[in-house]
């Protein structure tokens, strides 16, 4: 009787119930003094045995390999500071923390907790004050184009052009029609069941006119179009905004503020 099957656990636990009906079978021959047929039944006995001790063996040796495929597969534990500075290198500009969580929710693997970005800037500004530029790059806010303070609720990346942490009258327009560009670009390259990724495009889509489908999706090619269309008209004014506020932030910040903003007490001391 042939018995076949493919996993190794499987097949021990069916040579396990052959290796006992056969014995019991050798039993009754041995009892009933049918030697013939006991020679035949040890022989089968023998060989059988020889199979679960290669079928135990090969399952001791796969059981390591799809532990190490098993850690191979699993993404590596990022920092929230590297979470973080995925979704924005992906976006190209400033962002609020709500966004960024659902850019890394939607493209990028783990989870990004939303009260642990709370204290993220102030640990970084700390850190850079202790050790300057001991860091490749810093999470740092966006700065407001007239005061060059610290803009509320929006997060950028140091290694950023002054032109683009700055931002000006223009610039959440101008900024979410770019992150509405990068977005689309990535959907774009993504299976058509990456929800959350489409479901986020939507959210951008909704923002744009002409850009959401009649039916209630959004097509990442006419985002992206629709998106550029408009940053036609915004884009060269914004440019011009950021790019006089940076040549300020730039004759009046240095080192730390250049970074994380100037507060109160030094703009009124450099408008003196």
């Known amino acids: 009787m042939s018995e076949s ?12 119930r052959r290796i006992d ?3 019991g079978e050798l039993r009754r021959a041995a009892t ?20 679960w001790d290669e079928a135990l063996a090969d399952l001791q040796d796969r059981v390591p390999q799809q532990r190490e495929r098993s850690l191979a597969a699993a993404p590596p534990m990022l920092s929230i500071r590297e979470q973080v500075h995925h979704a924005l290198t992906l976006l190209t500009v400033p962002a609020a923390p ?20 709370t ?3 102030r640990d970084e500004e700390r850190s850079f004050k202790v050790a300057p530029y001991n860091r490749p790059y810093y999470l740092c806010p966006a700065l407001t184009a007239d005061l060059l303070s610290p803009a509320r609720g ?29 977005v689309a670009q990535r959907v774009a390259q993504l299976p058509d069941d990456a929800h959350d990724a489409r479901r986020l495009l939507w959210r951008f889509a909704a923002g744009i006119p002409g850009a959401a489908s009649i039916g209630g999706g959004a097509d990442p090619d006419t985002v992206a ?19 006089a506020a940076a040549s300020r932030a730039q004759d009046r910040l240095d080192g730390a503020e250049g970074l994380f903003g100037a507060r109160l007490q030094r703009l009124r001391k450099t408008a003196n």
């Not at 997060?155 to 770019?178: C, H, Q, Y």
């Open 32 to 51: 009933t003094g049918d030697r013939a047929h006991a020679r035949t039944l040890r022989a089968e006995l023998r060989r059988v045995e020889q199979e």
């Open 225 to 243: 179009k629709q998106a550029e269309a408009e940053l036609d008209v915004h884009r060269e004014a914004d440019t011009a905004d950021r790019a």
């Open 119 to 121: 204290s993220l800037r």
């Open 21 to 23: 009906r056969l014995r």
């Open 154 to 182: 929006l997060l950028a990346i140091s290694t950023w052009p002054l032109e683009t942490r700055v931002v000006g009258p223009l610039s959440a327009r101008v900024d979410f029609l770019v992150a509405a560009v990068k």
């Open 98 to 117: 709500k966004l960024i969580i659902a850019v890394h929710d939607a493209f990028f693997p783990g989870e990004l907790v939303a009260a642990r970005l």
């Open 5 to 16: 099957i493919s996993a190794p656990d499987e097949q021990i636990e069916l040579l396990e």
